[in-house]
């Protein structure tokens, strides 16, 4: 298909099959640390599990966006598009769990030293950009300056992943299973839709024709 001659991608599609596409996912990893507290699993077992669940997300995460993009100026190969998307996922998720993974497996982390900051800090910019970077070298091929898809989802997940962990403060040993799933579904809805908006915006002002004699 002729890029330049598709249309930019169309915000209530984008938005669909993103939403859809992260929120199923998002319950992969949901079920991972449900399933690992049933096995008892903790440290680097639990760890492992949840790095392999990650990709699940990030695939399905994947298949909704190159769907939604086709037909479009932005289109991508679908299996390309998403075995980046799961294996930055999975990475991803590997950066996430370390924290609990090293407290269970009776490493202190002393948060009161700035260098412990400072590597945090990194270790969030590094995860926030797995995502993007990854997804980059494929978008590039049809959308100009694809660079610009890097801070636009950093920036986005960085608001979308605040929605997490609204559930955590209420949720405790004493809460039901049922509960603990729906509230951390709801959270991965809200999550996947913030995403799915930003980015949605982002990549139409993106995939605009740029008009002759422009800078």
């Known amino acids: 298909m002729d890029h330049e001659a598709a249309p930019a991608p169309r915000l209530g599609r984008w938005i669909g099959f993103v939403v859809a596409g992260e929120s199923i996912g998002f319950l992969v990893p949901v079920t991972g640390f449900a399933l690992a507290a049933a096995l008892g699993l ?29 037909g479009s100026s932005a289109a991508v190969p679908v299996g390309r598009w998403v075995a980046a ?13 370390l924290p609990p993974t090293l407290a269970d497996v009776g490493v202190e982390i002393d948060w009161g030293s700035p260098v412990t900051w ?26 100009p300056r694809a660079w610009r898809w890097i801070p636009l989802n950093m920036a986005a997940w960085l608001v979308g992943l605040v929605f997490t962990f609204l559930p955590s403060p209420f949720v405790d040993e004493s809460t039901p299973g049922w509960l603990t799933f729906l509230l951390f579904a709801v959270g991965g809805v809200l999550m996947a839709t913030t995403v799915a908006v930003i980015t949605g915006l982002g990549l139409r002002r993106m995939s605009r024709p740029r008009r002759a004699g422009a800078a």
């Not at 669940?53 to 966006?65: F, I, R, S, V």
């Not at 400072?118 to 959308?143: D, H, K, M, Y």
């Open 42 to 70: 903790q440290g680097w077992w639990a760890w492992a599990l949840l790095v392999v669940m990650g990709a699940g997300e990030g695939a399905l995460l994947g298949l909704g966006q190159s769907l939604a993009l086709r």
């Open 118 to 143: 400072v590597v945090a800090g990194l270790a969030g910019l590094v995860l926030l950009a797995t995502i993007p970077v990854a997804q980059w070298p494929v978008l590039a091929r049809s959308v």
């Open 85 to 97: 998307t799961a294996g930055a996922a999975s990475v991803a998720w590997s950066i996430g769990m």
